[in-house]
T-cell receptor, first 116, second 116 residues
Framework: EAGVTQSPTHLIKTRGQQATLRCSPI?????VYWYQQALGLGLQFLLW???????NRGNFPPRFSGRQFPNYSSELNVNALELEDSALYLC???????????????FGPGTRLLVL | GDSVTQMEGPVTLSEEAFLTINCTYT??????LFWYVQYPGEGLQLLLK?????DKGSNKGFEATYRKETTSFHLEKGSVQVSDSAVYFC???????????????FGAGTQVVVTP
């Protein structure tokens, strides 16, 4: 069974541009989570999508946004890129049963974004 | 809110040494607890988990016991190998609808370096 996949693996942008990152969850998983892992820092929760809706959001500015498609894949968009947005962006997926988040999240390999 | 605290690294060990990484948590609900491992250049992999008090998670020689009385979930391995060199993250997931619902709380990560 295929795991969580992310594309692209690496992305180079300049300050002020927009970046789009993509994630495909494990087959059967309806929830997708996005995390930012900046160098030397831990994982910071960005967004949680389930059944096409945003369910929870971390402490990030509105220029970080995303969406989830009917096939449960997801996009993360970062507008007006800043140098400090350079990081590894990780996507995870999980099941949601009876409206409650299933506990185990399975992670993709990440997209490394570099903002110059 | 929920939080996870784990010991700072790096932790440097010789091969076949005993490894302990301390992890303590605070939670308002009934969390599940996890250890994830991140090898260089990769995403996070689930190492083990425990869903209720006194449960012991184990995998690949690693063990951790969910101790509600001390709010801890320390990771141990009796004899480490060079291939265990990685960053280890302790995390919790609260299944109750709180402001942390649907997102993991990760510790800052502990880098482990095992030398031959």
């Amino acid at each position: 069974e295929a795991g969580v996949t992310q594309s692209p693996t690496h992305l180079i942008k300049t300050r002020g541009q927009q970046a789009t990152l993509r994630c495909s969850p494990i087959s059967g998983h309806t929830s997708v989570y996005w995390y930012q892992q900046a160098l030397g820092l831990g994982l910071q929760f960005l967004l949680w999508y389930d059944e096409g809706e945003e369910r929870n959001r971390g402490n990030f500015p509105p220029r970080f946004s995303g969406r989830q498609f009917p096939n449960y894949s997801s996009e993360l968009n970062v507008n007006a890129l800043e140098l400090e947005d350079s990081a590894l962006y990780l996507c995870a997926s999980s099941l949601v049963l009876a409206g409650a988040a299933q506990e185990t999240q399975y992670f993709g390999p990440g997209t490394r974004l570099l903002v110059l | 809110g929920d939080s996870v605290t784990q010991m700072e690294g790096p932790v440097t060990l010789s091969e076949e040494a005993f490894l302990t990484i301390n992890c303590t948590y605070t939670a308002t609900g009934y969390p599940s607890l996890f250890w994830y491992v991140q090898y260089p250049g990769e995403g996070l992999q689930l190492l083990l988990k425990a869903t209720k008090a006194d449960d012991k998670g184990s995998n690949k020689g690693f063990e951790a016991t969910y101790r509600k009385e001390t709010t801890s979930f320390h990771l141990e391995k009796g004899s480490v190998q060079v291939s265990d060199s990685a960053v280890y993250f302790c995390a919790l997931s609260d299944l109750l609808p709180t402001d942390s619902w649907g997102k993991f709380q990760f510790g800052a990560g502990t880098q482990v370096v095992v030398t031959p």
